[in-house]
């Protein structure tokens, strides 16, 4: 098992840019989520889905949109990337919500 | 609302004891304490349920007193392997999204 994955590992983006940060788990778990962590916030909730065809919004969400078309990719689309979005973003999954979280590596992204 | 944990951080010399706070303003069903290393993503430590069960599998402990909405997380005779930020995350009813603390930073010296 791979766990979770993401990709890319680092990403530099110019204002006003657009792109899809990709996430896939392989546990076959329902839950997925995506945080973004900035220092001295802890973890903020962006998006997350209670399985294929169902997202909900978290405490951060302006500015991002996700889709969950398959069990497996909770992909995140940033629409018109902003210097206020640089953060490390990391995705998790768990069987259920309020279940063990298991965390991808995490997406570096620096907007310029 | 995000749990306040305490203290933000603390440094110890090896084999030290440590106790990581972290509160909330609501009742809670559950908490959730996750260690993260520098560079790394966060790794599970310990659940802990209304009702006083506990599933973990690290030699870690804690307590979560359900009256006082507060958990506490005790690292013991504390390892170089300690060393990172330690989050809470809770939920306030079965099946509600978790809700991360700051995180509390524990450095363990040599």
């Given at each position: ?20 940060l ?43 949109n ?15 990337a902003?210097?206020?979005q ?26 310029l | 609302?995000?749990p ?23 009742a ?8 993260q ?8 430590l ?11 599998h ?53």
């Open positions: 098992n791979a766990g979770v994955t993401q990709t890319p590992k680092f990403q530099v983006l110019k204002t006003g840019q657009s792109m899809t990709q996430c896939a788990q392989d546990m076959n778990h329902e839950y997925m989520s995506w945080y973004r962590q900035d220092p001295g916030m802890g973890l903020r909730l962006i998006h997350y889905s209670v399985g294929a065809g169902i997202t909900d919004q978290g405490e951060v969400p302006n500015g991002y996700v889709s969950r078309s398959t069990t497996e990719d909770f992909p995140l689309r940033l629409l018109s902003a210097p206020s640089t953060s490390v973003y990391f995705c998790a999954s768990s069987e259920t919500v309020g279940e063990t979280q298991y965390f991808g590596p995490g997406t570096r992204l620096l907007v | 609302q995000q306040v944990q305490s203290p933000q951080a603390v440094i110890l010399r090896e084999g030290e004891d440590a106790v990581i706070n972290c509160s909330s303003s609501k809670l069903y559950s908490v959730h304490w996750y260690r290393k520098h560079g790394e993503a966060p790794v599970f310990m659940i802990l349920l209304k009702g006083g069960e506990q599933k973990g690290e030699k870690i402990s804690a307590s979560f007193n359900e009256k006082k909405q507060q958990s506490s997380l005790y690292l013991t005779a504390s390892q170089l392997s300690y060393s990172g930020t330690y989050f809470c995350g809770t939920e306030e009813t079965s099946g509600s999204r978790l809700t991360f603390g700051e995180g509390t930073q524990l450095t363990v010296n040599p």
